[in-house]
Nanobody, 115 residues
């Protein structure tokens, strides 16, 4: 069983930065893929960024060049550095990790960007 706990959300002005953190449990973390997803009110959950067990990254077009995902296997952490934030980035952000057919989700952290 893997538990994921997000932190680092909050209120920030447009143009500002935030770093989201996701603390993971479990001995197989080093071999897992991970990612960040977000869900805005009235919208479906969408992929923001993913990172494979070999550290290959993938980003949604809307965040390319502004967000950076990273994975620290030694400390079982996943990060999302968010720069140049826009009001449309406002959402609940969820950490995701998985291995083969098993996938896990955190409880989410709210990010609000004011204009």
């Amino acid at each position: 069983q893997v538990q994921l706990v997000e932190s680092g959300g909050g209120l920030v002005q447009a143009g500002g930065s935030l770093r989201l953190s996701c603390a993971a449990s479990g001995s197989m973390f080093f071999s897992m893929y991970a990612g960040w997803y977000r869900q805005a009110p009235g919208k479906q959950r969408e992929m923001v960024a993913t990172i494979s067990s070999l550290f290959t990254t993938n980003y949604a077009d809307s965040v390319k060049g502004r967000f950076t995902i990273s994975k620290d296997n030694a400390n079982k952490m996943v990060y999302l550095q968010m720069n140049s934030l826009k009001p449309e980035d406002t959402a609940v952000y969820y950490c995701n990790a998985g291995l083969r057919t098993q996938t896990y989700w955190g409880q989410g952290t709210q990010v609000t960007v004011s204009s």
